[in-house]
C-alpha cells in the first residue's frame, strides 16, 4: 500500500502524425495510427521511410536515435542495423528501475528454459556507503547456454548499469563472461557482476 496526494496515470499513447498528409500518398497505417514499415523502415510508398514513435515498437527516444542512424545507412545503399532485443528502457524514479531483454514471464510463455542470478544492493559497499542499498539487480540466462537473455535492476544508477548488460548481450555474452569481468570497487556496477556470478556457484556478498 502506498499513501498518495496524487496519482498520475499515463497510458495509452498513440502516435500523432496527423497533418503530415499521409493519407493523401497513401502510406499505411495500423489500427493505432502507426505507420507501418517493412525490415528496412520504408513505408508501402517507395522513397518514404518512418522511424520513432510513429511506428511500432516502445516510444523511446534512443529506440528512435538508433533507427535514424539505420534509415540514413539504408539510403546511402548501406546497411542499417537496431537489435529491438536489446533496446534498454529506464524509469526515472527514486529508486530508479531498469530494464533490457526478456522478462520472466515471456521466458516462462515462450517455455524456455532459464536461471535467474540475483543480488541485493544491501550487499554493494557503494550503495551501503550512501544509505542507498534499496534494490536489487537480476539476471536472466539460458539454462543450458547461459547466454544473457536479460536484465532487472531497480536501485541508485540504474539506468547507467543496465548498459553493461546491453553491450554483453549484443555481443551474445553469458553470465559467466560477466561475472568474470574485473569491476572496480567500490561501485555500484560491483552489484550487476555479483548478479551474474549467481547465475552460476553463487554470489560472494550474497
Given at each position: 500500500?502506498?499513501?498518495?496526494?496524487?496519482?498520475?496515470?499515463?497510458?495509452?499513447?498513440?502516435?500523432?502524425?496527423?497533418?503530415?498528409?499521409?493519407?493523401?500518398l497513401?502510406?499505411?497505417?495500423?489500427?493505432?495510427?502507426?505507420?507501418?514499415?517493412?525490415?528496412?523502415?520504408?513505408?508501402?510508398?517507395?522513397?518514404?521511410?518512418?522511424?520513432?514513435d510513429?511506428?511500432?515498437?516502445?516510444?523511446?527516444a534512443?529506440?528512435?536515435?538508433?533507427?535514424?542512424?539505420?534509415?540514413?545507412?539504408?539510403?546511402?545503399g548501406?546497411?542499417?542495423?537496431?537489435?529491438?532485443?536489446?533496446?534498454?528502457?529506464?524509469?526515472?524514479?527514486?529508486?530508479?528501475?531498469?530494464?533490457?531483454?526478456?522478462?520472466?514471464?515471456?521466458?516462462?510463455?515462450?517455455?524456455?528454459?532459464?536461471?535467474?542470478?540475483?543480488?541485493?544492493?544491501?550487499?554493494?559497499?557503494?550503495?551501503?556507503?550512501?544509505?542507498?542499498?534499496?534494490?536489487?539487480?537480476?539476471?536472466?540466462?539460458?539454462?543450458?547456454?547461459?547466454?544473457?537473455?536479460?536484465?532487472?535492476?531497480?536501485?541508485?544508477?540504474?539506468?547507467?548499469?543496465?548498459?553493461?548488460?546491453?553491450?554483453?548481450m549484443?555481443?551474445?555474452?553469458?553470465?559467466?563472461?560477466?561475472?568474470?569481468?574485473?569491476?572496480?570497487?567500490?561501485?555500484?556496477?560491483?552489484?550487476?557482476?555479483?548478479?551474474?556470478?549467481?547465475?552460476?556457484?553463487?554470489?560472494?556478498?550474497?
Amino acid at each position: 500500500q502506498v499513501d498518495a496526494d496524487i496519482v498520475l496515470l499515463a497510458t495509452g499513447r498513440v502516435p500523432f502524425t496527423d497533418g503530415l498528409g499521409l493519407q493523401a500518398l497513401g502510406v499505411s497505417l495500423s489500427k493505432r495510427g502507426q505507420i507501418e514499415t517493412d525490415a528496412h523502415w520504408q513505408t508501402n510508398v517507395k522513397g518514404i521511410y518512418a522511424i520513432g514513435d510513429a511506428t511500432l515498437g516502445p516510444m523511446l527516444a534512443h529506440k528512435a536515435e538508433d533507427e535514424g542512424m539505420a534509415v540514413a545507412e539504408v539510403i546511402a545503399g548501406n546497411y542499417g542495423h537496431v537489435n529491438y532485443g536489446v533496446i534498454p528502457g529506464v524509469i526515472y524514479t527514486h529508486p530508479e528501475v531498469a530494464s533490457v531483454g526478456a522478462t520472466e514471464q515471456q521466458l516462462k510463455e515462450d517455455g524456455r528454459a532459464y536461471k535467474v542470478g540475483k543480488f541485493s544492493f544491501m550487499g554493494n559497499a557503494r550503495a551501503k556507503a550512501v544509505f542507498a542499498g534499496e534494490g536489487f539487480v537480476k539476471i536472466l540466462a539460458d539454462a543450458e547456454t547461459d547466454r544473457i537473455l536479460g536484465a532487472h535492476i531497480i536501485g541508485p544508477a540504474a539506468g547507467e548499469l543496465i548498459h553493461e548488460v546491453c553491450v554483453a548481450m549484443e555481443f551474445g555474452a553469458s553470465a559467466q563472461d560477466l561475472a568474470l569481468t574485473c569491476h572496480a570497487h567500490p561501485t555500484y556496477s560491483e552489484a550487476v557482476r555479483e548478479a551474474a556470478l549467481a547465475c552460476g556457484d553463487g554470489a560472494i556478498h550474497a
